[in-house]
């Protein structure tokens, strides 16, 4: 009963915040020319709980942040069918559902199970090289497998070959900007918002060909920083007692190698899916799913049913693989697509728009986008906020056609790519790996800096590094 009440005190409270000409609601689509900021509380709101969740009230985050982000949904669903009519509402919710957030989840998925199928195991010392080397591998691997997925494969052998260290918290937070976040900006399958971007037109290898100065600028500066810093604390430890090594040097092999033979399938249907074009799609209330995406999504579920069945599991037992991550994504991300469903619309409208002070400060003099304020606002949303929304609201901000951002505004998309892949490694919250890589690591017994001494590390190292790459890429 109290649930009742408060579930229709929000409703009521939705639709007074609402301003009255939002009920002038075109037939066809979201009329966000006449939507108010109100319309972008739920979005905002949902993310800002994502945000501090698991950090101010990380017991009830952890048990009820499902129904938390279902209520967020419903703050923008049922007020969209009240003002805009129950088929105009459940059209705009099932066109992102359909045609984004399910393929979205579906390759996640797969590269969380295949990836998790991949087991690195013995033992190297942790010298500076050695590290680097990890740390390099870990990077180019983040294109493939995507960022998570290299992240889990590559942070227990990082870990096993600094555990004798004192000083070895700092292997982890380089760890986090390099393999959990700048190593994945070349391809769709590294980083969740190129993926998206992918969804919505950006040809599978553009990045790769667009953005590969970026990366190998900021990713080369990082790495050496981190020499650097390795070097220091390797010198310091040299005349201090030697700790027993709880995991004894041995040779280093990689189990579960089929599924390596299943990541290239999972690349091999994404990059059918944007070659193979039948021309033919099927109708789900209204919104047209095509063939190619439906066969696509079928060959990447089939591929990590297949990663389940044929990969022994004392190979994931040793990867501490469970589904907690993936299932926590799922519900999240379903109410990120919808919450951003209004937001996406007031966009579209441009300087029509309520977000038209925000498109007046990316634009430049005569109607020019201008990129570094691209890349640094895209970047700092993505620092606090999840990265795969922040790219889309940037996104569509420029336009959201993507053809023309991959050629006459090539530049700007560049610096929407850039600014959310990279800035994600900014604070632990700034995407999905980091948090996964700080627990694990604090599980293993590294003494990993809290949140505010991990943006020191960032802001010490990342940010002249981002200015430097802000002022040669895009100033």
């Not at 690195?120 to 050695?130: E, H």
């Not at 390795?230 to 430890?237: A, L, N, T, V």
């Not at 970047?379 to 901000?397: H, I, M, R």
């Not at 999905?432 to 949140?451: D, H, L, Q, S, T």
Request: charged content about 10%; proline content about 5%; glycine content about 10%.
């Amino acid at each position: 009963m109290k649930s009742s009440r408060l579930a229709a005190a929000s409703l009521a409270l939705a639709c007074l915040l609402v301003s009255a000409e939002s009920a002038l609601a075109a037939e066809q689509g979201l009329p966000g020319a006449s939507m108010s900021l109100w319309w972008a509380l739920p979005f905002a709101g949902l993310l800002l709980s994502i945000a501090t969740g698991p950090l101010l009230y990380p017991h009830v985050w952890e048990h009820h942040y499902g129904k938390i982000t279902a209520g967020w949904a419903a703050l923008v669903v049922a007020p969209l069918a009240l003002f805009f009519g129950f088929d105009a509402a459940v059209g705009a919710v099932l066109h992102t559902l359909l045609l984004e957030y399910m393929s979205f989840i579906i390759l996640l998925f797969a590269l969380f199970t295949i990836s998790g199928g991949i087991l690195v195991a013995g033992n190297i010392q942790g010298t500076p090289l050695a590290n680097a080397g990890l740390l390099l591998i870990g990077a180019l691997l983040a294109s493939v497998v995507g960022t998570t997925g290299a992240s889990m494969i590559m942070i227990r052998p990082v870990i096993r070959a600094n555990d004798n260290r004192p000083f070895n918290a700092h292997v982890v937070v380089f760890f986090i900007f390099l393999v959990s976040n700048i190593g994945g900006s070349l391809t769709p399958l590294g980083d969740p918002p190129l993926f998206v971007g992918f969804l919505r037109g950006v040809d599978f290898f553009w990045t790769t060909a667009n953005l590969w100065r970026e990366t190998l600028f900021v990713g080369g500066l990082v790495l050496a920083a981190f020499l650097a810093v390795d070097w220091f604390f390797h010198s310091r430890e040299l005349g201090r007692p030697k700790i027993k090594d709880p995991t004894p040097h041995s040779k280093v092999r990689i189990r579960g190698l089929a599924n390596i033979v299943l990541l290239a399938g999972v690349i091999g249907a994404i990059l059918l899916s944007a070659s193979w074009k039948p021309g033919v799609a099927f109708t789900i209330q209204g919104v047209a799913v095509e063939l190619q995406n439906l066969v696509r999504d079928a060959i990447i579920i089939v591929l990590a049913v297949v990663s389940l069945a044929v990969t022994r599991k004392e190979y994931r037992a040793a990867n501490g693989f469970s589904w907690g991550p993936i299932l926590e994504v799922a519900k999240l991300f379903a109410g990120i697509f919808i919450c951003i469903v209004p937001v996406i619309a007031i966009l579209r409208a441009g300087l029509d728009g309520a977000f038209a002070p925000l498109v007046a400060l990316v634009t430049g003099p005569g109607g020019a986008p201008n990129d570094l304020a691209y890349f640094w606002l895209t970047g700092a949303l993505s620092s606090f906020l999840d990265n795969a929304p922040t790219y889309l609201v940037f996104f569509e901000l420029a336009g959201g056609d993507p053809q023309a951002l991959m050629t006459t505004l090539g530049g700007t998309l560049i610096a929407i790519s850039a600014g959310a892949v990279f800035m994600g490694a900014n604070t632990y919250i700034g995407n999905a790996p980091n948090f996964m890589v700080y627990a694990i690591a604090r599980e293993r017994g590294v003494r990993m800096p809290g949140f505010f001494g991990y943006m020191l590390w960032s802001g010490a190292v990342l940010i002249p590094t981002f200015l430097i790459a802000g002022f040669v890429f895009f100033g």
